[in-house]
Structure formats: structure tokens, C-alpha cells
């Protein structure tokens, strides 16, 4: 009888430290990963923002904090098309009157925001739409 008490007080005394330890713990790293989707979430939107009055590829856009963050989630492609000022992207056949560098630069962030499971709230269907458009890339390469 002895020993199962012992054993009882051992067993809710280690229980006792791990809880204690490991709370606080688990409480910040689910708080970490709260705040980290906050600012992912901010991130994307603050540079969809500034895609409605700015060129893609004018300074004002490559000097934008957001658009250095997520520069290395871009494809290298998309990123050399921007910062190549002697490419240009002409699309012909779709009638279509954004600029194909803003279409690409949001493909590419829905598909960062689904890699980072962030499911932005208010986030527009993008149905790839079948249509006869031809894209041209043009550099002095």
C-alpha cells in the first residue's frame, strides 16, 4: 500500500512538472503561429493593394517592402520579368485590359497563400478561364 502512494505522488508530481513546463510553451507557440499568419496575411494583402494603383514593374513597386518579402516565394522567372526593364510581356487575342504582369503577380500569390494555409478571408474565385490569348515575352537578352 505503501508504494502505491509513493508511486501515485511521483507520477502526479512529474505530471505536475511537465504541465507546468510545457504549457506555457505550447501557449507560445500557438500564439507565434497566430501572429506569424497575421503578418503573412498582411504581407499579401498590403502588396494586392498597391497592384491596384502601381505598375509591377515601376521602382515604386520593386522598392515595396511587401514585394522584397515575398520576392523569394516567387517564381525566379516572374522575378527576372519584373526586374529586367528591357522585358516586356505583350498579350494579344483576350481583349483584356490589366496588365499581364499583374495577372501573373496574383496567380502566384494565390498560390503562396495556399502553400502558407492561410485562407484569406473575402479571397476572390480565380477559375482559370479557357480563352485564346498568346503571350509574347520580348528581352534584349
Known amino acids: 500500500m505503501n508504494w502505491q502512494i509513493i508511486i501515485t505522488g511521483v507520477t502526479a508530481l512529474i505530471g505536475g512538472a511537465i504541465g507546468a513546463i510545457g504549457s506555457p ?22 502588396l494586392r493593394s498597391l497592384l491596384e494603383t502601381v505598375n509591377p514593374k515601376d521602382d515604386e513597386f520593386l522598392n515595396f517592402s511587401a514585394y522584397s518579402r515575398l520576392r523569394p516565394y516567387l517564381s525566379k522567372k516572374l522575378v527576372n520579368e519584373l526586374e529586367d526593364s528591357s522585358t516586356i510581356i505583350i498579350e494579344r487575342g483576350s481583349g483584356s485590359v490589366r496588365d499581364p504582369y499583374i ?11 495556399d502553400s502558407w494555409n492561410i485562407g484569406l478571408p473575402n479571397k476572390k474565385s480565380r477559375k482559370k478561364h479557357s480563352n485564346n490569348k498568346e503571350t509574347i515575352t520580348i528581352s534584349s537578352h
Do not use: A, G
Open 103 to 113: 495577372n501573373k503577380i496574383l496567380e502566384e500569390l494565390s498560390q503562396i497563400e
Open 25 to 46: 510553451w505550447i501557449k507560445w507557440h500557438l500564439e507565434n503561429k497566430r501572429e506569424n499568419r497575421k503578418e503573412r496575411i498582411e504581407l499579401i494583402t498590403s
